[in-house]
C-alpha cells in the first residue's frame, strides 16, 4: 500500500485521482439520495420498491451500452485531459437539473408531477456523463505512469472510487434531499476546477476518423478489442462480475427494509461497508502481486467473494427467525441485534474479495493492448459491462415480479460466482500461455 500511496504527490496523477473521486461521490451522493428517498418514501410494497431501484439502475447504465464506442473513439482520437474538462463542465449543468428534482421530492413527495422526471433525467445524463469520463480513468494512466505503477495507479483509482462512494453513501442517508441537492452542485463545481490542473494527454493516434454510427462503431470496438486472447477474457470476466454486482446493489435497499426491518441509515451502512471492502480489496491485491499485472488471484478470490454471498444468505435467513423491536431500526437499534455483526461482517468479506478479484482485470485492459487503442479497450469493457448489467438490472427486477423473495434471490448472486471464477481461470490460463517461451 506504502509503494502505491507515493503516486498521490505526483502531479501526474494527483488531479486525476481527486477528479475522479469527485465524480464517484457526486453519482453515488445523487443516486442513493434518490432512490433511498423514494423507496422510503414513496413506495409501501416491496416488489415495487425493488422493481423502481431496478430501473434506476437501468437508467444510469443504459448511455454506457449505447455510447461508449463513441466516448472511446472521442478519448483516442482526442487530449484526454481536454474530454475530461468538457465532461466536468457539463456536469454543473445535470446536477442543477438533478438538484431541482431533489428539492421537488422533498417539497412536495408524490404529489409533485416534475421531481421524477426531473430525477431520472439526472440520472440519464449523470449515466452519459460517466461514459465519457469512464475510459479515460484508466486509458490515461499509462501515458502518465510507469508501466511498473500502473497496476498500483489502478489500485489507487477503485480504491478512491469506492472511498467516494462511501462518502456519498453515508451523506446519501443521513441528509436530507434537500441538503444533498445543494451538495451536488458544490461537488460538480470542485470537481471541474480539479480538472483543470491534469496535465495534458495527447492522442496517439492524430489522424483518425470518428464513427458517429453507434451500433456499428459498437460492433466493430468490440470486435476489434477481444480479438486478444486475454483482454477478451478480462472484459468477460468484469462483465460477469458486475453483472452480480448489479443484483446485489439493487437488492440492498429493499433488503434492509423488508427483511432486516431497518431504516435507510442502515441500508446506507450497508454500501458503506460494501464501499470499505472494495477499497480495502483494491489495495489488498496491489501488496499481494507486488505491481505485477496477473489474473492468477482471480479465480479464488471471486470463489470465496460467493461462498461469503451465500453465507449472507443464511445470516439474512436467521435474522428473520429472531424477535425484533416492531417499526424500522435506525442504526444504534440495528448494532444491538445479536446478528448484526455477522451481517456486517459478511458484507465486509464480499466486497473485500470482489475488490480483488476484479482490479487486476482492469489493469489488463490498459498493459495489454496498444497504447493508441487504450481507451477504446476500456470502452469496449464499459460495453459489455453494461450490457451485463442491465441484464442483471433485469433479472433482480423479474425475479421481483415473480414474487421470489429478496433473500432468496442472493444465492443466484453465490451461484454466479463460480461461472466468474472459471472466466477468471480461463484469463489466468492465457496469460501462462502469452507469457510462454515461444
Given at each position: 500500500m506504502l509503494t502505491s500511496l507515493h503516486l498521490l504527490r505526483k502531479r501526474r496523477f494527483l488531479p486525476l485521482f481527486a477528479t475522479q473521486l469527485l465524480n464517484a461521490f457526486n453519482d453515488n451522493l445523487f443516486k442513493n439520495a434518490m432512490?433511498?428517498?423514494?423507496?422510503?418514501?414513496?413506495?409501501?410494497?416491496?416488489?415495487?420498491?425493488?422493481?423502481?431501484?431496478?430501473?434506476?439502475?437501468?437508467?444510469?447504465?443504459l448511455p454506457f451500452f449505447l455510447l461508449s464506442a463513441l466516448a472511446g473513439q472521442l478519448a483516442d482520437l482526442t487530449d484526454k485531459a481536454a474530454i475530461i474538462r468538457r465532461v466536468k463542465a457539463a456536469e454543473i449543468g445535470i446536477m442543477v437539473v438533478g438538484a431541482a428534482g431533489l428539492y421537488l421530492a422533498w417539497q412536495s413527495g408524490r404529489d409533485s408531477d416534475f421531481a421524477m422526471p426531473l430525477l431520472l433525467a439526472a440520472l440519464f445524463a449523470m449515466g452519459v456523463h460517466s461514459t465519457f469520463f469512464g475510459p479515460i480513468k484508466y486509458a490515461i494512466?499509462?501515458?502518465?505512469?510507469?508501466?511498473?505503477?500502473?497496476?498500483?495507479?489502478?489500485?489507487?483509482?477503485?480504491?478512491?472510487t469506492y472511498v467516494a462512494i462511501l462518502a456519498g453513501t453515508i451523506l446519501a442517508g443521513y441528509i436530507s434531499v434537500r441538503w444533498a441537492a445543494l451538495v451536488v452542485i458544490v461537488a460538480a463545481l470542485i470537481g471541474y476546477v480539479t480538472s483543470l490542473?491534469?496535465?495534458?494527454?495527447?492522442?496517439?493516434?492524430?489522424?483518425?476518423?470518428?464513427?458517429?454510427?453507434v451500433l456499428r462503431s459498437s460492433i466493430t470496438l468490440i470486435r476489434n478489442t477481444t480479438?486478444?486472447?486475454?483482454?477478451?477474457?478480462?472484459?468477460?470476466?468484469?462483465?460477469f462480475f458486475w453483472t452480480i454486482g448489479a443484483v446485489l446493489f439493487i437488492q440492498f435497499p429493499p433488503l434492509a427494509k423488508n427483511v432486516l426491518n431497518a431504516s435507510k441509515e442502515v441500508a446506507s451502512l450497508f454500501l458503506v461497508i460494501f464501499s470499505v471492502g472494495v477499497a480495502i480489496g483494491s489495495v489488498a491485491i496491489n501488496t499481494l502481486l507486488k505491481g505485477e499485472v496477473s489474473a492468477r488471484h482471480?479465480?479464488?478470490?471471486?470463489?470465496?467473494?460467493?461462498?461469503?454471498?451465500?453465507?449472507?444468505?443464511?445470516v439474512c435467513r436467521a435474522w428473520e427467525r429472531q424477535a425484533t423491536p416492531t417499526g424500522l431500526l435506525d442504526v444504534p437499534g440495528f448494532l444491538a441485534q445479536p446478528l448484526a455483526p455477522l451481517v456486517l461482517g459478511t458484507l465486509l468479506l464480499i466486497a473485500i474479495a470482489g475488490g480483488m478479484f476484479v482490479v487486476p482485470l482492469y489493469a489488463f485492459l490498459t498493459t495489454k493492448c496498444d497504447p493508441s487503442q487504450a481507451a477504446r479497450t476500456v470502452a469496449a469493457n464499459n460495453i459489455v459491462n453494461s450490457g451485463a448489467m442491465v441484464v442483471g438490472s433485469l433479472i433482480a427486477g423479474g425475479l421481483s415480479a415473480l414474487g421470489i423473495p429478496l433473500v432468496e434471490q442472493l444465492l443466484l448472486s453465490a451461484g454466479m460466482s463460480v461461472i466468474s471464477a472459471w472466466l477468471g481461470a480461463l484469463l489466468h490460463r492465457a496469460e501462462r500461455l502469452a507469457a510462454a517461451p515461444a
Open positions: 432512490v433511498l428517498f423514494v423507496v422510503y418514501t414513496f413506495y409501501d410494497s416491496q416488489a415495487e420498491e425493488a422493481q423502481f431501484s431496478a430501473i434506476a439502475s437501468g437508467v444510469f447504465i494512466l499509462p501515458q502518465h505512469l510507469k508501466r511498473e505503477e500502473v497496476l498500483a495507479g489502478t489500485g489507487l483509482v477503485e480504491a478512491g490542473q491534469v496535465p495534458p494527454a495527447p492522442p496517439f493516434e492524430k489522424h483518425g476518423k470518428l464513427d458517429l454510427n480479438a486478444q486472447r486475454e483482454v477478451f477474457y478480462a472484459i468477460l470476466a468484469i462483465s482471480a479465480p479464488v478470490s471471486v470463489l470465496f467473494m460467493g461462498g461469503f454471498v451465500a453465507v449472507f444468505y443464511f
